[in-house]
């Protein structure tokens, strides 16, 4: 039975992964989650230093293939080694995480409806968008707080990369998705989501008691 693939996009800070643990809460049994971030590439060449500086807000800093090939593993009915991204070092860490095939499968990230062959994986295609200030908040507290960064660091990042990648590679793809939502706590929007998850389960479920 192939799963159900929901992407979830939006700008830093904007309440992606509020939305996708709901989904994920909702349906706890059905559901595994991928990060597009941890198919960041490995940088293991280049210095620290040299690796702070490099724009993580472009499509060419993920391993879009490989995830790809893990998606068609998924679907499979295949488990994969998910990489494990360390945002400290900037760098893909030597761990990995195991994803198991499940009936429904989020991948989250900034880009993620900006690949067209991502896109033409999804059934249900998600934009999260929210006030550019309060991202940067959130994106503050969040790097401070859960990934060890210092201030400075993360207001150079967003002046120089992800703001001017926001608006080049993100946004747009607001435009490509099926449901855009104002917030990761929209209630209506969760509502919608959930339904269409649920309806597309019961029906590969009658299918599956049909044959």
Same mark, same amino acid.
Do not use: W
């Given at each position: 039975?192939?799963?159900?693939?929901?992407?979830?996009?939006?700008?830093?800070?904007?309440?992606?992964?509020? /939305?996708?643990?709901?989904?994920?809460?909702?349906?706890?049994?059905?559901?595994?989650?991928?990060? #597009?971030?941890?198919?960041?590439?490995?940088?293991?060449?280049?210095?620290?230093?040299? *690796?702070?500086?490099?724009?993580?807000?472009?499509?060419?800093?993920?391993?879009?293939?490989?995830?790809?090939?893990?998606?068609?593993?998924?679907?499979?009915?295949?488990?994969?080694?998910?990489?494990? #991204?360390? #945002?400290?070092? %900037?760098?893909?860490?030597? *761990?990995?995480?195991?994803?198991?095939?499940?009936?429904?499968?989020?991948?989250?990230?900034?880009?993620?409806?900006?690949?067209?062959?991502?896109?033409?994986?999804?059934?249900?295609?998600? #934009?999260?968008?929210?006030?550019?200030?309060?991202?940067?908040? *959130?994106?503050?507290?969040?790097?401070?707080?859960?990934?060890?960064?210092?201030?400075?660091?993360?207001?150079?990042?967003?002046?120089?990369?992800?703001?001017?990648? %926001?608006?080049?590679?993100?946004?747009?793809?607001?435009?490509?998705?099926?449901?855009?939502?104002?917030?990761?706590?929209?209630?209506?929007? /969760?509502?919608?989501?959930?339904?269409?998850?649920?309806?597309?389960?019961?029906?590969?479920?009658?299918?599956?008691? %049909?044959?």
């Amino acid at each position: 039975m192939k799963p159900i693939i929901i992407g979830i996009a939006g700008g830093t800070g904007s309440g992606k992964s509020t /939305f996708t643990n709901k989904i994920r809460d909702a349906f706890p049994q059905d559901t595994s989650v991928i990060y #597009y971030d941890n198919y960041y590439k490995a940088q293991d060449s280049m210095p620290f230093e040299q *690796r702070k500086l490099q724009n993580y807000d472009h499509p060419d800093a993920l391993e879009t293939d490989l995830l790809l090939e893990h998606l068609k593993k998924l679907q499979a009915g295949e488990e994969v080694a998910c990489p494990i #991204y360390d #945002y400290t070092m %900037h760098n893909r860490s030597d *761990r990995v995480e195991i994803i198991k095939p499940n009936p429904v499968i989020i991948i989250e990230g900034i880009l993620v409806l900006q690949d067209e062959r991502l896109r033409n994986q999804m059934d249900i295609k998600v #934009y999260v968008d929210a006030d550019a200030d309060e991202r940067i908040l *959130r994106r503050v507290i969040r790097d401070v707080q859960e990934r060890g960064r210092d201030l400075q660091g993360i207001v150079d990042q967003y002046l120089t990369t992800v703001k001017p990648m %926001h608006y080049i590679y993100v946004e747009p793809t607001r435009a490509l998705a099926d449901v855009v939502l104002n917030s990761g706590m929209n209630d209506v929007a /969760f509502d919608v989501v959930s339904a269409k998850i649920r309806s597309i389960l019961n029906k590969n479920e009658a299918s599956l008691h %049909h044959e």
